[in-house]
């Protein structure tokens, strides 16, 4: 009699050990699915901000920047037309900012190298950076010029001649109508606001 009480006891030992195990080992591996799901929240995380980053460019359909842009926008950026001299919007501009592209937004030439040329084209004699732009040679007249266009999305800017001022020598002479005009001032107030948010 005394034997089988003891026996029953010890299985209820064992049993109440065995669910001490269980319990044990459903919350090891509830830990680790947890942590495991983090990690894969967080990797997402990281991936999803390295490929906006990276993000090429996705370019324009022709219906797209004909809506976006207007005659004179395409006709230069997309044509490699030139605008008239004096007749265009930043020839004579001389407010603190930077200059993007119309058609990506770029930025490509700030006011500190814009320099008066007498051309009647916004010119400047070095880019924001060397990255911003990129270049072609053109036969479109019976000489040699230097082509220059957004190295983002290719579009035609204008043209680099080597009778700039210092420190470069060189002279961009651009067409408004490829670019837009981001003001110093403007451009604070943006960041500012978009500080806030
Ligand atoms: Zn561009």
Known sequence: ???????????????????????????????????????KAATKAT?????????????????????ELSKIQFYVT???????AFRNLYWNNKKDGEYHCVVCGQPLFTSRTKF???????????????????????????YSRTEVHCQRCTSHLGHVFNDGPKPTGKRYCMNSAAMKFIEKSAAKKETAESEKE
């Open 78 to 84: 997309q044509e490699e037309g030139t605008e008239k």
């Open 116 to 142: 008066k040329s007498g051309t009647g084209w916004p010119s400047f004699y070095a880019p924001v950076n060397k990255q911003s732009v990129g270049f072609r040679e053109d036969w479109k007249l019976f």
């Open 1 to 39: 009699m005394k034997k089988t009480r003891i026996l029953t006891i010890d299985r209820r030992r064992d049993l109440l050990s065995l669910f001490v195990i269980m319990a044990a080992t459903t919350l090891s591996l509830l830990a680790i699915t947890i942590s495991q799901a983090d990690e």
């Open 47 to 67: 991936d999803e901000k390295t490929a906006a980053a990276e993000e090429p460019y996705q370019p324009k359909s022709e219906i797209e920047l004909r809506r």
